[in-house]
């Protein structure tokens, strides 16, 4: 678990909570505030894994929000804290790797107006992590298991595409690009929500074939 801080538009700084697991980069839990305490800590940890068996594990750095309540709630819930080393995030690179992609996708591009307003962006993001955005070390897959993978159809001529967190993503099956430099991507951004300000960097990628069938 860690803490990532968010600047607002006021000047002001919002503090993102967030529990993720190592297995399957899932987020167990995620929350907003402006004043982080040990006891706000304590309750974001219960309700991270309220109905079922609490992770052996438990690993955080040395922020002073970490304090000894914190350590003893974790051992309560059936954790074993385990503590980073003094300026030593790559000792938890999987939170961090988390938090970096947090901000190329959202945060670098849009100016959070206050604690809804982030909660809201979040939110959303969180929904396409989990369902939408593939990860290599997971073989292309979603962190939630049960992800529909293409399926070769040579038949198709259309791109199938579906609105999500302010931008429409377009999925394009593998095999459509088996001979490009895009196969390594299968979800690309293209334009924005007509209802809300984007706040992706949306990037149009038209390959010879999709030319064709447009």
Request: with cysteine; charged share 25%.
């Amino acid at each position: 678990m860690d803490f990532f801080t968010v600047p607002t538009h006021t000047f002001g700084v919002l503090y993102c909570f967030f529990v993720i697991a190592h297995e399957r980069r899932k987020l167990l839990a995620f929350n907003v505030t402006r004043y982080p305490s040990a006891l706000w800590i304590v309750q974001q940890m219960r309700e991270a894994w309220p109905y079922s068996q609490a992770q052996k594990f438990l690993l955080f750095d040395r922020d002073s929000k970490f304090g000894r309540e914190v350590i003893d709630a974790a051992r309560t819930l059936g954790s074993e804290p385990i503590r980073t080393a003094f300026r030593s995030p790559w000792q938890n690179g999987v939170a961090e790797r988390w938090v970096g992609s947090c901000r190329r996708d959202v945060l670098d591009h849009v100016i959070v107006l206050n604690e809804r307003h982030l909660q809201r962006l979040m939110t959303e993001y969180v929904r396409y992590y989990h369902q939408d955005r593939t990860h290599l070390e997971l073989g292309k897959d979603t962190p939630r298991v049960g992800r529909l993978q293409s399926v070769p159809q040579p038949a198709a001529r259309f791109i199938p595409s579906l609105d999500s967190v302010d931008c429409t993503i377009v999925t394009r099956p593998r095999h459509r690009l088996r001979n490009s430099h895009l196969a390594s991507s299968n979800s690309l951004l293209v334009g924005s929500h007509p209802r809300s300000v984007p706040f992706f960097s949306c990037l149009i990628l038209v390959s010879e074939e999709t030319s064709r069938t447009r």
